[in-house]
């Protein structure tokens, strides 16, 4: 889920009283009741016969896709034209990139940045750019930057749509949720497979993967924006006598330009956060080059190309939504030239020029390839630096010992713990446990589909796995919260902190974990807690980030009558700031718990088992059933888990409006 | 029918599910909490008649949730209306369909809202020019007719700035210019002042005022503020709980009260600035007058003479036929206090 | 004003679709005259693999005129590309862990086609550090990790009181579990999740001189820079083997050998019956294998110059392929 996801979302609609509410607390009793009698009667284990086959049944399919993939229509007239033409796309934006070379791919990022951002974006964009030449990997940026170009663009041209619909229907907005959520957190290496079976090897399944992955936020935050387009100015177009489309071009899409931007954003960052994915069914560029480093467990080598990743995540970033500050300009006067510039048709013609030149004069020097004399080697002294945290921080540190034995501190009093309570006791309490929180939290129909989440992983047959995890997730979040919440405070309160963390952040969250990999797990051990540790990096961003949202949101107002009653600082930030972002550090914990579980997979692949590991058996074991099990039984927790976080912000926000009224 | 301008008949708002059963059904005066427990409904407006004279101005008071916002915006039907029919000029409103709803809205009502409601991405020309726009009227003509407007309204020259860069009260003249845009026949306002400091509320009124004279349409306009309303009213009607309290010419408001509601009201108002001497006259007195004044003329203007003399002054009409007198006695009473004009009156 | 607008706007234009048209001609790919059909050879993530494809590449360019284009992709999505024709070969499969795979679309679909053995043997086993034999010297054999003594040397935080026996890649074939239940060890099966993490895990427990017990396999470029020691398990008995066939987990000894093989989809024979010969000729002995892998690992060259050079100094082994 996208970060500020449900920040604008409807809150919950006050309950109508009449005869459901009367019956209600019967109706809790009478179902707790029945679980603990169902639950008694079956036993404290999953019994084999609660089994909703969804293994053999997704195997039988996938066996039937293999055989047939050459002859059914399916294939022939669905999927192979889908895949033909996106292989066409991606083939020709290359091309387009190698003959612009790259002084004219720069110069392109650079017109596109002043265009949308002014000169700040230009020269960010343009500087963190030709970082990729200087990391030595500008040829492979060119491959994955014409793979990740079509799939942002295809996930925009299916998410925008499919967001402005959403923002207008509620009933769509209600469907596509569920999809939308399968979509973020069902693990790549489910059905990474059956793609390929369906796409063929190489750009088009990586194209569709991406699509799948990074289309969420786009449909999310579109949504939001329209949603957010507020009543008055929507009604001002109705008066004039706007029809639907109308009132949608002139009114609703242009006020929704930020948050489309936003969106615009976070599909950039999650496409190139699943670049290595792709690279293991057969595209060239960034995402092998990690993997190679990764193979050969050389962290430098793998590093560089991941920080290639990076830096073009971070280029296109700022050159696609880039903002320009509109009141700044219109005192000064223009100048002729200025002027001329600013018809629309002779700007985009003086650019064309201006490019086309560069890449002539480019290719009349010869310049095909980024000058390796310029190329600046970051492996060997990444790895030095790795070896050095690896070899000093592992053991012998002073007082806390070192990260070996917090590892294992963390597996022993967090970790077992609570995989032991969680798997030990009898399974239908812990439904009847998800129907009171979901009661509590926000109601019975939530009530309701906690218990049934819950019942649906058990007739998933991976109770246990699940479990496991579960207590993994849990741990990951509370740790991550212990170190996004402080951080996020002190973010708050200083702009210079703010300033210094975004850059960080950004890497955090788009740099593939497969490139720290290594050196967690020397320092942690090969187990659960390097799992948990990848998870907490890959969490905190949406984490700091929301809570700074939140504090920096809350109005002045408030904090003034506090530091006029004398409050010191540190009052003011807990007995006014912080209660009055509860709304925002909820979304927090929300967003926090969703990145844990979207990276699950990878906790897998370096020992922290449950259903990570399961569902790489899909790839990995061609295990598809298993994996797709363990995947929708991830699915499942993720549902429970956002709808209670989101029920408890919901409720927090209610809290806060009556206050203020 | 009439030849006015707006008519409306047994109008209706009930929010709550199944709303409609409620129009004319005993529950609809239970008062608000009892109605809301016992049917989830709450009546934002109920049974609501009124003819619109053409070229008069029609001010609707209220405070707030009294029902006067969910008025104006039902006779566009931006609000769908639970009951009752609206008729604008020869069109049904109420039994429109969607083409003739949009060809009212283009062509026959324009609205003026309380937060003015600009597009901030739009400059000032093309915020004006929106509602022909909507229309499809050409780029240059519908340019060109934004400009003359925005000189109407007195922001000539700062057409292409940006609503953010204007201070309220000169929003609310682009507000006001893209209502007149469109020509139409009919303006409402919706609170539209009620967002400006007092000293730029008065300039507006006056702009209303100057607008009115100049370009004559028929207006309906909301406000909570009751010097507001009897400035610019030829008629207002007070609103209260979702129905009409009285309607009548701010003299007839201020100066015979319908209920204790109203009376509270425009306790506070010198109803010598609104009560004109004819609604207050004596019948014509047998001594000698200290002076003469037409009928319409304010009590407040006859204050001078009364107090420099012991004789009555002469109400005469547009014949200069005498029709009645204003004694200090009279004046004295007006300016004291509601009781005692009945009674003068009486 | 106007018609200098357009004027100027119509030279940008032009200019631009001037240079645009001259910088295609240049980008074009150099079409090869080539006798054969250009094929595709996957490169699984491992060196070997790049060594062989390396290797192949060399020759089909340079003796019959095939452009090569190298495919770096995961050995499981490399069958569906076999599968569609999209990728022609694959010079380096385990069949270890593609049963699955070879069942599919070798002997069901008929689609890829087995095109003999590459020449190396591969060996699952178990292993530990050698270091560990000066102190230990008992667990040269399975029968050393009878004693619970023993056994909880290699205890982790993860294993508890039990020792852990540490597996790499899910994608492997695994009977450790079978192997520890049905010898009563006192170890614990636990999944590193990658052979990546595996790896870390051995150079740290190497670096460390702790001890470590995984499942691990030769040839493997980590062999050559640790040392690490083969466990001796229960030999390679008929029945197991029937045993490791019908599934029944009655497994309980040593990892049978790996022959490796190399697989082709089955349309490359049409296409390109040239390289299609010498695919199923090419083979390479273990040591012809290492001495190139060795110059890629070691010395750091990159594995196409590794393969020219290897194929420069080896005309001979080479020609064989090609008779």
């Known amino acids: 889920m996208a970060v500020a996801s449900a920040a604008l979302s409807t809150p919950a609609r006050m309950p109508r009283p009449g005869l459901g509410q009367r019956l209600r607390p019967f109706a809790v009793h009478a179902a707790l009741a029945g679980i603990v009698i169902a639950g008694i009667a079956i036993g404290r284990d999953v019994p084999s016969w609660f089994d909703a086959h969804i293994q053999s049944k997704i195997d039988q399919a996938y066996h039937w896709t293999v055989i047939n993939n050459t002859t059914h229509w399916l294939f022939t007239w669905v999927f192979s034209p889908i895949s033909d033409t996106i292989r066409w796309s991606t083939e020709h934006v290359l091309s387009f990139l190698q003959i612009l070379r790259w002084p004219g791919v720069l110069i392109v990022v650079g017109l596109l940045g002043h265009r949308t951002g002014g000169r700040n974006a230009a020269v960010v964009g343009v500087t963190v750019m030709s970082g990729c030449g200087f990391l030595g990997f500008w040829d492979h940026t060119m491959i994955t930057l014409s793979l990740m170009l079509v799939s942002v663009a295809v996930a925009l041209l299916i998410g925008i749509p499919l967001g402005i619909w959403s923002g207008l229907s509620l009933r769509a907005e209600k469907v596509m949720r569920s999809v939308l959520d399968t979509a973020q957190v069902m693990p790549l290496y489910v059905y990474i497979l059956p793609l390929v079976v369906a796409f063929g090897i190489g750009d088009s399944t990586a194209v569709v993967a991406t699509v799948i992955y990074a289309v969420p936020p786009a449909v999310r935050i579109t949504s939001l924006g329209i949603r957010a387009v507020s009543e008055t100015t929507t009604e001002v177009g109705t008066s004039f006598g706007c029809t639907g489309w109308q009132l949608l071009l002139k009114v609703r899409l242009p006020l929704a330009r930020r948050p489309i931007l936003l969106g615009v954003n976070q599909v950039i960052m999650m496409a190139f956060g699943i670049v290595v994915y792709a690279s293991l069914i057969g595209t060239a560029g960034l995402g092998g080059d990690v993997l190679t480093g990764l193979q050969k467990v050389n962290v430098g080598m793998a590093f560089a190309p991941g920080l290639a990743i990076v830096f073009a995540a971070i280029s296109l970033d700022r050159i696609t939504t880039g903002q320009r500050d509109e009141r700044s300009d219109v005192d000064v006067v223009p100048t002729q030239r200025q002027l001329l510039l600013r018809r629309p048709g002779v700007a985009v013609a003086a650019g064309f020029a201006v490019v086309a030149v560069v890449a002539l004069v480019a290719k009349l020097l010869g310049l095909d390839h980024f000058p390796a004399s310029l190329t600046i080697d970051v492996a060997k002294p990444v790895n030095q630096a790795a070896d050095w945290v690896s070899r000093n921080f592992r053991k012998g540190v002073p007082v806390v010992g070192g990260t070996g034995s917090f590892s294992d501190f963390v597996v022993v009093n967090l970790l077992n713990p609570t995989r032991d309570v969680l798997q030990g006791v009898a399974w239908w309490l812990i439904v009847a446990v998800a129907l009171a929180v979901g009661l509590v939290s926000g109601g019975w129909r939530l009530g309701a589909l906690c218990a049934g989440c819950f019942v649906g992983i058990a007739a998933l047959q991976v109770w246990d796995l699940a479990m496991d995890t579960f207590s993994q997730v849990l741990v990951a979040v509370t740790l991550s919260l212990l170190v996004a919440v402080p951080i996020g405070v002190l973010a708050a309160r200083s702009d210079r902190v703010e300033r210094a963390l975004r850059p960080l952040l950004d890497v955090a969250q788009v740099m593939p974990a497969f490139v720290y990999l290594v050196p967690v797990i020397f320092l942690f051990n090969v187990g659960r807690v390097p799992g948990v540790v990848a998870s907490v990096i890959y969490a905190i961003p949406p984490g700091i980030r929301l809570t700074t949202l939140g504090l920096r949101q809350v109005p002045f107002a408030p904090r003034e009558a506090a530091i006029s009653f004398g409050a010191t600082p540190r009052q003011e930030l807990v007995k006014v700031q912080l209660p009055l972002a509860t709304r925002s550090m909820m979304l927090a914990v929300n967003q926090t718990i969703i990145m844990v579980l979207s990276i699950v997979v990878v906790a897998g692949l370096i020992g922290a088992g449950g259903l990570g590991l399961e569902t790489i058996y899909g790839l990995a074991k061609k295990e598809i059933g298993r994996g797709t099990a363990a995947g929708l039984a991830i699915v499942l927790l993720a549902i429970v888990l956002d709808r209670v976080t989101q029920a408890w912000g919901n409720r927090s926000q209610l809290v806060t409006r009556s206050s203020r009224h | ?346 | 004003m106007n018609i200098r607008y357009a004027r100027s706007t119509r030279w940008m234009v032009a200019a631009a679709l001037i240079a645009v048209a001259a910088g295609c001609g240049s980008a074009a790919k150099s079409s090869s005259s080539a006798a054969g059909a250009g094929i595709t050879l996957a490169v699984n993530p491992w060196t070997g693999s790049a060594v062989n494809a390396n290797v192949a590449k060399v020759v089909l360019e340079s003796k019959l005129s095939t452009a090569v284009t190298l495919l770096p992709i995961d050995e499981n999505a490399t069958w569906p590309g076999l599968d569609a024709g999209s990728i022609d070969a694959v010079l380096e499969v385990w069949p270890s862990g593609h049963a699955a795979d070879v069942k599919t679309y070798i002997d069901e679909k008929k689609s890829v086609v087995n095109i003999g053995l590459l020449g190396p043997d591969a060996k699952i086993g178990w292993y530990i550090p050698t270091a560990m034999l000066k102190d230990h010297p008992e667990l040269a054999t399975w029968e050393g990790f009878k004693d619970p003594k023993n056994a909880k040397l290699f205890a982790t935080a993860e294993s508890g009181d039990l020792g852990q026996f540490l597996m790499g890649d899910p994608s492997y074939v695994s009977y450790d579990e079978q192997i520890i239940k049905n010898l009563a060890l006192p170890l614990k099966f636990v999944v590193a999740g990658s052979e990546a993490a595996e790896i870390t895990a051995i150079k740290q427990a190497v670096a460390d001189n702790t001890p470590l017990l995984m499942q691990f396999w030769q040839p493997h470029w980590l062999q050559s820079k640790v040392a690490l020691t083969q466990v001796t398990l229960p030999k390679v008995t008929e029945a197991c083997l029937a045993s490791a066939a019908a599934a029944d987990g009655g497994f309980a000894c040593d990892y049978p050998v790996d022959h490796l093989f190399k697989a082709a989809s089955a349309k490359l024979a049409t296409k390109n019956a040239a390289a299609f010969a010498f695919l199923s000729k090419i083979q390479l002995t273990t040591d012809q294998q290492n001495e190139i892998a060795a110059m890629v690992d070691g010395d750091g060259m990159t594995p196409d110059a590794a393969a020219k050079k290897w194929v420069d100094a080896n005309p001979d082994v080479v020609k064989g392929w090609l008779g």
């Open chain 2, 1 to 346: 029918m009439t030849d006015s301008a707006i008519e409306v008949r047994g109008l209706w708002k009930v929010y709550g599910p199944k709303a409609e059963r409620l129009v004319d059904s005993p529950d609809a005066d239970l008062p608000r909490a009892e109605l809301e427990a016992k049917t989830g409904c709450v009546v934002a407006m109920r049974n609501i008649s009124l003819d619109v004279a053409a070229g008069e101005v029609f001010v609707v008071m209220g405070l707030s949730g009294s029902g006067k916002s969910t008025l104006v915006r039902c006779l566009t039907r931006l609000i769908e209306p639970t009951a009752g029919t609206i008729r604008i000029g020869d069109s049904d409103v109420t039994g429109a369909d969607r083409e003739q709803l949009l060809a009212i809205r283009r062509h026959k009502v324009s609205m003026v809202f309380q937060h003015f409601g600009l597009l901030p991405h739009r400059t000032l020309i093309d915020n004006i020019a929106f509602g022909l726009e909507v229309q499809h009227v050409s780029k240059p003509e519908r340019r060109a007719k934004a400009e003359a407007i925005l000189d109407l309204v007195g922001l000539a020259g700062l057409g292409s700035r940006k609503p953010d860069q204007l201070s309220g009260g000169m929003q609310q003249r682009v507000g006001l210019a893209r209502a007149l845009a469109t020509d139409p026949e009919i303006l409402l306002f919706d609170e539209p002042f009620s967002a400006l400091d007092p000293l730029i509320r008065r300039d507006m009124q006056d702009e209303i005022i100057r607008l009115r004279r100049e370009v004559n349409k028929t207006m309906v306009f909301i406000t909570h503020d009751l010097s507001e309303a009897l400035r610019l009213g030829d008629r207002i009607a007070i609103m209260r709980d979702g129905q009409f309290v009285q309607v009548g010419t701010p003299e007839e408001v201020v100066g015979a009260p319908a209920d204790e509601y109203v009376r509270n009201f425009v306790r506070d108002v010198p109803r010598s600035h609104v009560v004109a001497v004819d609604s207050v006259m004596l019948p014509p007195a047998d001594s000698d007058y200290c002076g003469t004044v037409p009928v319409g003329t304010k009590v407040r203007d006859v204050v001078a003479e009364v107090a420099g003399s012991e004789l009555p002054v002469r109400i005469v009409d547009a014949n200069g036929v005498t029709v009645g007198s204003i004694d200090r006695v009279t004046v004295l009473a007006v300016i004291a206090g509601g009781d005692l004009v009945s009674a003068g009156q009486g």
